[in-house]
């Protein structure tokens, strides 16, 4: 049964269970062999997130090598051409690498090392979390073995060559469709036969415990930074707080600053270009509990009840389920999961462009494109948006694509 009174005071220290689940959500639903691994795993990392001389590399590391902090900026004619309310952004498009997720991914390397591991394996769909793994990798000196559909290693040339310059082996997955779901598959294949001396590194709050807790932990730097940065700006809390949800990790890291505050917390899922499956990637807005890739949590099915077919403008968006922890928030009703369609995306993209001097990333213009919604609609006040990423890996889509309505083609 849900239990409605959480108290949001000591939620992060007691939410995962020792399980790791979220409520009925999440949980490890892995082959038995892989069992004693994952607890290795969660023991080394409850142990180490306690330890002194780890926090300090981890803090050195964002400081150094990443950028961080990252800052919060006011959007004062994107505030001012809506009404009264005004819009914030945090800046984690300048984040080292343009996103979020190096955040977690230099924790995971660190990680990885600390375990004596020697190489890191992953699957890339559009190639983001496959190219700031292959940073990760870099920076600690490890072996990475990137799993790609043949599809998208040609869709995606540009990210192959980071991933190959930054030292990474790109490895093609020529059966099935060639895409994310083959190369999950084979990421993951390969990972069972090497787990000695690898570890598998999830791209976003998803996948079997420990990870899910782990990667929203790694992430929670976005949200505690945010919190002081806007106190320290406005000398009181944003009434808002808006970020896309894919798998969920940079909605997360921000949100869990806020979680104990009276802050609205809003998620936004991608609606593509309908309600119909195969049309969107909003699992949380027409899905249902099921398990896939290691965990239970709110995701899209076909009749078959098989993970459905998504689609999204923005690929960093197009998965058919969402992190456990997003599905036990959106049960409680600590966050409101709305959604932004193709059309008010690329919107929401071109805006910030020409009156901020900003350009998103696809998956970030759906927090702003719902963020300018909200604005409208609340009147006065303030929200804060995470800016997860920069657009210049969209450019020459947004132009093949829309460049005629835009005007700039
Ligand atoms: C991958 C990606 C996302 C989606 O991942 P989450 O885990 O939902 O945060 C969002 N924004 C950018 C820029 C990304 O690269």
Do not use: W
Request: charged share 20%.
């Amino acid at each position: 049964m849900l239990e409605k009174n959480v108290d949001f005071a000591v939620y992060a220290k007691t939410t995962p269970n020792k399980e790791g689940f979220f409520g009925t959500y999440g949980g490890a639903f892995i082959p038995p062999q892989l069992v004693d691994e994952f607890k290795r795993i969660d023991i080394a990392y409850q142990a180490i997130c306690k330890s002194s001389k780890f926090i300090n590399e981890l803090r050195r590391i964002r400081k150094e090598f990443q950028g961080r902090p990252t800052p919060v900026g006011h959007c004062e004619r994107l505030s001012n051409s809506i009404g009264n309310c005004q819009i914030y952004l945090k800046r984690e498009d300048l984040n080292h690498t343009g996103a979020h997720k190096l955040n977690h991914c230099m924790g995971e390397g660190l990680l990885a090392k600390h375990l004596g591991k020697k190489k890191i394996i992953a699957e890339t769909g559009a190639g983001q979390h496959g190219v700031a793994l292959a940073t990760a990798a870099a920076y600690f000196g490890l072996e990475c073995d990137i799993y790609m559909g043949e599809v998208d290693i040609i869709k995606q040339a540009p990210n192959v060559s980071r991933m190959k310059l930054l030292g990474a082996r790109v490895i093609p997955v020529s059966h099935g469709l060639k895409t994310l779901k083959e190369a999950v598959d084979a990421a993951f294949e390969a990972y069972m036969g090497e787990f000695e001396d690898a570890i598998y590194c999830i791209g976003s709050v998803v996948g079997p415990h420990p990870f899910p807790m782990m990667v929203r932990d790694f992430q929670a730097i976005v949200g505690v930074e945010a919190r002081q940065q806007f106190f320290d700006m406005t000398g009181e809390l944003p009434d808002a707080i808006v970020a896309c949800v894919g798998g969920g990790s940079n909605a997360i890291g921000i949100m869990s600053a806020f979680l104990n505050d009276s802050v609205e917390l809003y998620g936004v899922e991608p609606l593509g270009i309908g309600t119909k499956i195969g049309e969107h990637a909003a699992s949380l807005t027409y899905g249902s509990e099921g398990v896939m890739h290691g965990f239970n949590s709110i995701m899209l099915k076909d009749e078959k009840g098989e993970p459905a077919p998504v689609y999204s403008i923005a690929s960093g968006l197009d998965y058919p389920s969402v992190g456990p922890e997003h599905a036990y928030l959106h049960d409680l009703g600590r966050v409101k999961y709305m959604t932004a369609s193709d059309d008010e995306t690329i919107e929401a993209f071109s805006i910030l462009s020409k009156l901020e001097g900003i350009i998103p990333a696809l998956e970030s213009a759906h927090a702003v494109a719902y963020a300018m919604k909200l604005a409208k609609k609340m009147g006065t006040g303030s929200i804060l948006v995470n800016l997860s990423g920069r657009g210049d890996k969209d450019l020459d889509y947004v132009i093949d694509n829309y460049g005629d309505r835009l005007g700039i083609k």
